[in-house]
């Protein structure tokens, strides 16, 4: 069984934020995968549906971004997910806005989302893809991440959104550092650009 989590913010107020960027990817997924991301359990919004005989869990987590570990942990434990079966789908400071990167380990930049992941997981050793939101560092660092985005900004991060069903499916089907190699290849970067 494999549990892959978008994170954000919940409620109205933080739909179009930056911070929101795994929220929109996992929606862009289930979207074009006809999936409902509907029940609820452990204040977290999530679907089953299972691929190559292989459960998988989309998951939102409902709770603020730096309580969202909490949600994660409870999911791992009721459903006996060992940690290299996550993969955390994030906004990312350090990425170009348009662009994403994929790791299998790091810290959590100072990322509220991660660090309480890791707290609660007790590992930095976890599956993530990060959504650039570049850094404007003439802004506040939280006004600037819950700050909405532009349109521009986001038919970039739409065009990111784009890939959500291919590198989600490659995930659920490749070895993660052949994903890795694939994704943050110059070619994919190319790609991003045009």
Known sequence: MKLIVGLGNPGKEYENTRHNAGFRFI??????????INKEKFK???TIFTKNNEKIILLKPQKYMNLSGEVVKQFMDFYKIEK???????DDLDTEIGHLKLKYKGSSAGHNGLKNIEENIKSREYKRVKIGIS???NKDKIDYV???VSKEELDKMNKVNNYAEE???DYLTMNFDNVMN????KDYENELSR
């Open 146 to 148: 819950i700050g909405k």
């Open 135 to 137: 850094n404007n560092k």
């Open 84 to 90: 290299e079966d996550i993969l955390i789908i994030v």
């Open 27 to 36: 929606d862009e997924y289930a979207k074009r995968k006809n999936i409902e």
């Open 182 to 185: 694939k994704y943050n290849s």
């Open 167 to 169: 590198l989600i499916d």
């Open 44 to 46: 977290g919004l999530y």
